[in-house]
């Protein structure tokens, strides 16, 4: 079977994820001046659009075009050929060629997996009720903020970033939300502990009870074959009528493993992105890359992430090498509290929290006496400081912190002057 998009003159660069990964690695390419076929192929209906304002401004407003990335016309302009919906089922490395699920046989010259991560779903019986809703798509948010339509007695599961933002967003509007948080306190895989004492108090003057340090065992059905309560593992019940599983994500690797590339919580690749197949690359959410700092592999749930390693293999693919080494920043709209992190704070040893007015608030983690990164609530000045005083080459110190008394503003442009 002769590959569909195949030509005298190559079969181009296929990208299998429509998400913003996806999308500004198509962008890239074109602004790089790549001429070749680029072909997107997404398992959702639609044009490429923003994950984030899901949880946020989209659950409250439902415009499905506000949170598009581009309209129809840039992708004809562009000559990028989208595939959507459509499903990628299976990767041939040897003849260079995508399957679809409708039987469609797409041949490349170079793949990029784009192919994000999916819902962690829990053992816990009862959650295929009609009601038991997750948040991960558009079609997602637009169920939630049907159910949201009349009063509710909600427990969201999981205290990451996705299960709060929501659950400021119910509480906002009326409902009565619970999270269930099975660690010892909020947001804990990405903020210091001070942080989630910051959000604990935070949400519950939202009026959010939050329940830490036991997950939920069990969902409750009733005689309408609807969730009415959830069980957790010390015996508490906690009666509902929504459920919201915020549970995490896992990346999707399953294209990849069946085709033999490496996966190592995720698709394994170099610092230019490049998996062990010099005809495939991998970005965004699926991705284990190499720390730029620390050497070992991590995996970012990050669009910044996502959009930077897009740059790098565009760059890649039109002989302009360059290696990931950007500064990871994250952020979190929470009600009317704006989380932003620059750096990574994993393994950090030492935290030195500081309060300023107006519900302005910083963290700085250290380890062994070096700066990992700094977390802000509301303080957006002092993230954009403190990207760029990571990106130095030169680490900071406490110390140096110390000496301006954590004017992280001040700090760098001290520093700038005196390197020119």
Same mark, same amino acid.
């Given at each position: ?6 030509n ?5 660069i ?12 198509? @962008? ?8 070749g076929?680029? $072909?997107?192929?997404?398992d959702?209906?639609?044009l ?8 946020k401004?989209?659950?409250?407003e ?5 949170i598009?990335? #581009? ?7 562009? @000559? ?9 089922? #299976? ?11 409708? !039987? ?22 009862g959650?295929?009720? =009609?009601?038991?809703?997750?948040l991960?798509t ?10 949201l ?21 119910? %509480? ?9 948080? @099975?660690? &010892? ?22 009026g /959010?009870?939050?329940? +830490?340090? $036991?997950?939920? =065992? ?12 959830? /069980?957790? %593992?010390?015996? /508490?019940?906690?009666p ?12 999707n690797?399953?294209? @990849?493993?069946?085709?033999? +590339?490496a ?6 690749v ?12 991998? *970005?965004g959410?699926? /991705? ?15 669009v910044? =992430? ?6 790098i ?9 360059? &290696?990931?080494d ?15 992190i620059?750096?990574? !704070?994993?393994?950090?040893d ?7 007015a107006?519900?302005?608030k ?6 062994? !006496?070096?700066l990992l ?13 403190a990207?760029? +005083? ?6 900071v ?19 700038k002057? *005196?390197?020119?």
């Amino acid at each position: 079977m002769t590959p569909e998009n195949g030509n005298r003159n190559g079969n181009g660069i296929v990208i299998i994820g429509t998400g913003q990964g996806g999308f500004q690695l198509a @962008a890239c390419l074109r602004q790089e001046g790549y001429q070749g076929s680029i $072909t997107m192929i997404g398992d959702e209906p639609g044009l490429p659009y923003q994950r984030p304002p899901l949880s946020k401004a989209y659950l409250k407003e439902g415009r499905l075009e506000a949170i598009q990335l #581009r309209p129809d016309s840039f992708y004809e302009r562009n @000559a990028i050929r989208l595939m959507t919906p459509e499903r990628a089922i #299976r990767l041939d490395r040897q003849g260079k060629t995508v399957e679809t699920l409708t !039987g469609g046989l797409i041949g490349y010259d170079h793949l990029v997996l784009a192919t994000g991560a999916r819902n962690t779903i829990p053992p816990i019986a009862g959650l295929g009720a =009609a009601n038991v809703f997750s948040l991960r798509t558009s079609s997602d948010a637009d169920r939630l903020r049907d159910g949201l339509g009349v009063k509710r007695q909600i427990v969201v599961i999981g205290g990451g970033f996705i299960g709060l933002e929501f659950a400021a967003v119910a %509480a906002s509007g009326g409902h009565d939300v619970t999270v269930v948080e @099975a660690g &010892s306190r909020l947001m804990a895989r990405a903020v210091s502990p001070a942080i989630s004492e910051h959000f604990r108090a935070f949400h519950e003057a939202l009026g /959010t009870r939050i329940v +830490l340090g $036991t997950g939920a =065992a069990g969902v409750t059905i009733g005689s309408e074959a609807t969730a009415v309560g959830v /069980t957790l %593992a010390d015996g /508490t019940d906690l009666p509902c009528d929504m459920i919201l599983l915020a549970a995490g994500v896992r990346p999707n690797v399953e294209l @990849a493993v069946a085709a033999g +590339l490496a996966v190592n919580n995720g698709i394994v690749v170099d610092s230019t992105l490049l998996t062990e197949d010099p005809c495939i690359s991998a *970005l965004g959410d699926c /991705t284990a890359f190499p720390d730029p700092v620390r050497g070992d592999l991590i995996r970012l749930e990050s669009v910044q =992430a996502a959009s930077d390693q897009a740059r790098i293999i565009a760059k890649r693919l039109t002989d302009k090498p360059s &290696s990931h080494d950007a500064v990871p920043w994250f952020w979190s709209d929470q009600g009317d509290w704006k989380l932003q992190i620059a750096g990574l !704070g994993t393994g950090a040893d030492e935290d030195i929290a500081i309060e300023q007015a107006a519900a302005r608030k910083l963290v700085f983690r250290f380890k062994m !006496g070096q700066l990992l990164a700094v977390e802000t609530i509301n303080c957006p000045g002092e993230h954009m400081a403190a990207r760029q +005083l990571l990106r130095r080459s030169q680490p900071v110190t406490r110390a140096m912190l110390e000496e301006w008394q954590f004017d992280l503003g001040g700090l760098a442009k001290a520093l700038k002057e *005196l390197t020119g």
